[in-house]
């Protein structure tokens, strides 16, 4: 027990290390995955620009739509990876944080405010918002998602098959870093070539 626990500390390390340098870089994403008994966690990380084409907050009624999509989307984790069968993996709840989608999510909310402040700001503040919304707008936001399932034979387990190449075609290449019992391991990904394995 002591060294399941040693070895995972070492495994939880490994993938901090990794992903402490993770740059924002257009066409690229991260997957972060750790194997812990019979838990499996991934962690994906992309600029939004990379699912969405965008990377601010909806406007139109074309740009909400797609981020509702995606949101459902990432809902579906079956549908973003393959495991292997034999390891009779079953996918839990969906973690997703991004400024952009949970301001789609509580949009309404945000409008009403909106509108009450309107109503009593001065031109000074006007012009202030102004800049900071335009300051906004060219924030580089990232779409950070946690998935987690749970494999009754997680032994079995030997690699993931990355379907995000076809869900998301502005996805170029996709590094990914896996730690767990058998060790570490890092490789990069793309359309051609998208399992990983370990």
């Known amino acids: 027990m002591r060294k399941t626990v040693f070895l995972c500390g070492i495994a939880f ?3 901090g290390v990794v992903h402490a ?3 924002h870089v257009h066409g690229e994403a991260h997957l972060e995955i750790t194997l812990e008994d019979k838990r499996l966690v991934m962690t994906l990380e992309a600029p939004l620009e990379v699912a969405l084409g965008f990377e601010r907050a909806p406007d139109t009624a074309e740009e909400k739509q797609k981020a509702a999509a995606l949101t459902e989307q990432l809902r579906h984790p079956e549908q973003l990876f393959a495991l292997d069968p034999a390891a009779q993996c079953v996918f839990a ?6 400024p952009v989608l949970a301001a789609k999510r509580a949009g309404h909310v945000h409008e009403e405010h909106a509108h009450e ?3 009593h700001r001065n031109p000074h503040e006007d012009h202030e918002h102004a800049g900071h919304a335009h300051q906004a707008e060219e924030t580089h936001h990232d779409l950070r998602a946690h998935f ?6 997680p032994e079995v387990l030997h690699g993931v098959d990355i379907m995000l190449f076809k869900v998301f075609p502005r996805l170029s290449r996709l590094h990914a870093v896996f730690a767990g019992p058998k060790g570490q391991r890092a490789g990069e990904l793309d359309a051609r070539h998208p399992r990983f394995s370990w």
Not at 93 to 98: A, F, K, L, R, V
Not at 148 to 153: E, P, S
């Open 117 to 119: 402040a309107r109503a």
């Open 13 to 15: 390390a490994f993938i």
């Open 21 to 23: 340098a993770l740059p």
């Open 148 to 153: 987690q399932a749970t494999c009754q034979k």
């Open 93 to 98: 709840e969906t973690g997703i944080e991004s």
